[in-house]
């Protein structure tokens, strides 16, 4: 282990690690199959297998165990609110330790399974190339984290107020991105007005409703109360 990745963690580590437990029983177990031979029932462990053994079998084992803990890093940075950049060295660690581990208990099943139960009778595979090979791919990624995360920022387009500068003076002046979007946005709010109306015109409703306050409005009395005379007797 790199002592500056030591010298350098977080308290993000720990729940990284645990993480990491699973993956790691996960693999146990199915190294497990190829131990009691019911991984590849009837085939002997030599030649061809012993080259998947050790090779598409064990890569696709790293590649989980580093995807797990670098994806683990993230989410428990950005749910906590901080820099994933500043822990990416604890999942770099967090993967070396379990890829040791496994790659020391995939040694001692091929010693096991290549002896056919005498393990002493064939020498044990040294795995301190194939370790450093993968130490350094997790090490990559973890600058290629770093490197991703401190890239800076695109700077935000900042719009003044139009209460502070006037209306037109912000159509004049601002962006030309912002048309991208605001025209649009205004020729589909001219639309939906254009739209409710039409439709408010068409609805029976409404067209109920204008009728009856219409007739309400425009019919008036059309005459006046007779007033009954008196009729004068006339005297002959």
Same mark, same amino acid.
């Given at each position: !282990?790199?002592?500056?990745? =030591? #010298? #350098? ?20 177990? +199915? ?30 084992? %790293? #590649? ?8 683990? #890093? ?6 906590? +609110?901080?820099?994933?950049?500043? $822990?990416? &060295? +604890? ?6 330790? /379990? ?6 208990? !995939?040694?001692? @099943? +091929? ?6 139960? @005498?393990?002493?009778?064939?020498? =044990?595979?040294? %795995? ?22 401190? !890239?800076?920022?695109? &700077?935000? /387009? ?13 159509? =004049? ?21 254009? $739209? ?33 005379? &008196? ?6």
């Amino acid at each position: !282990m790199s002592k500056n990745i =030591k #010298n #350098n963690m977080t308290p993000i580590l720990p729940f990284i690690q645990d993480r990491l437990k699973s993956v790691e029983k996960e693999i146990n177990d +199915d190294l497990f199959l190829w131990l009691s031979g019911k991984k590849y029932p009837g085939l002997q462990f030599d030649g061809s297998l012993v080259l998947v053994y050790w090779g598409p079998y064990l890569e696709g084992h %790293i #590649n989980k165990i580093i995807e797990t803990a670098f994806t683990a #890093n993230r989410e428990l940075a950005f749910e906590h +609110d901080l820099d994933p950049a500043k $822990s990416a &060295n +604890d999942a770099s660690l967090a993967s070396q330790e /379990i890829v040791e581990h496994i790659l020391t208990k !995939m040694a001692d @099943y +091929d010693q096991r399974m290549r002896g056919k139960g @005498y393990p002493n009778s064939v020498v =044990k595979k040294n %795995i301190t190339e194939t370790q450093q090979r993968y130490f350094k791919i997790i090490q990559v990624r973890a600058e290629n984290e770093i490197a991703f995360f401190n !890239m800076p920022k695109k &700077n935000t /387009i900042k719009l003044p107020l139009t209460a502070e500068y006037g209306f037109w003076w912000f159509i =004049k002046n601002c962006h030309w991105s912002v048309y991208l979007w605001l025209i649009p946005l205004l020729f589909s709010l001219l639309i939906g007005v254009f $739209s409710l109306g039409f439709g408010a015109a068409r609805n029976d409703t409404f067209v109920k409703l204008y009728d009856i306050l219409h007739s309400a409005t425009s019919t008036q009395p059309t005459t006046t109360p007779t007033v009954p005379q &008196n009729k004068k007797a006339t005297v002959k």
